[in-house]
């Protein structure tokens, strides 16, 4: 079989290290850093941290104050309303459009993030980092033990590709997890924004500790699913991970 295709035998000893060096490390991953790692996260859901009651302890202060009324006299220049009235038809905003406060700079110089959120934030971010690495490892490992195409005694070989699928799922939700942490601070930055133009709605004020809230608790059910997806993984591969290094029994004895 080998004959059909010439490799170089420097290039097949490299490629046969990594090999070996894929195998130790998944198997120590499955064996030994999976459950450590689930236990770490099954600590880190029981820090106080992570279980405020009261949610209003990780509401941030919103520096701006709301400006004084500025009264605006009529216009009675006949052609500088009608210029006015010219420039609304052009944007096709009409009368409802309300033009807001001019931003030229915050207050209190830089506006700043939830404190608290960036700091949990912070400590999360590295435990999703961690599991889509440590999965893209596991899930090469099985790619690499799967064996040649071949008709019959392949449920093994199913076995595999369910492994290799859940590995896979497991990795785009990590990912959908660090989407998720951009969309907080786009989210959040807008309305900081809103409030900055419109300093007199509350309605936007209201609406950032509303964010800050939800991306506690997601934060909270992130770092819970993180801690059953290592379970999860580490006891799928345990309970079969006979078929998993072993797809095929070779039966061709029993058949004489």
Known sequence: MSSLLKVDNEIKTKVDAFRERITSEAEDLVANFFPKKLLELDHFLKDPIINICELKEIHSEINLTVPDPILISDLHDGLEAQNAKKRKLEDGSGDDKVPGTKVFVMPGGMMKSNAKLVDLIEKVKPEIRTLIEKCNTVK????????????????????????????????????????????????????????????????????????????????????????????????????????????RSSNTDALY
Do not use: C
């Open 140 to 247: 090469m490992w099985v790619q690499l033990l799967i064996p040649r195409i071949e008709d019959g005694n392949n449920f093994g070989v199913s076995i595999q590709e369910e492994t290799v699928a859940e590995l896979r799922t497991v990795e785009g939700e990590a990912a959908s997890y660090l989407d998720q942490i951009s969309r907080y601070y786009i989210t959040r930055a807008k309305l900081v924004s809103k409030i900055a133009k419109y300093p007199h709605v509350e309605d936007y004020r209201r609406t950032v500790t509303e964010i800050d809230e939800k991306e506690y608790i997601s934060l909270k059910i992130i770092v819970s699913e993180l801690r059953n997806q290592y379970v999860t993984l580490h006891d799928m591969i345990l309970k079969n991970i006979e078929k998993i290094k072993r797809p």
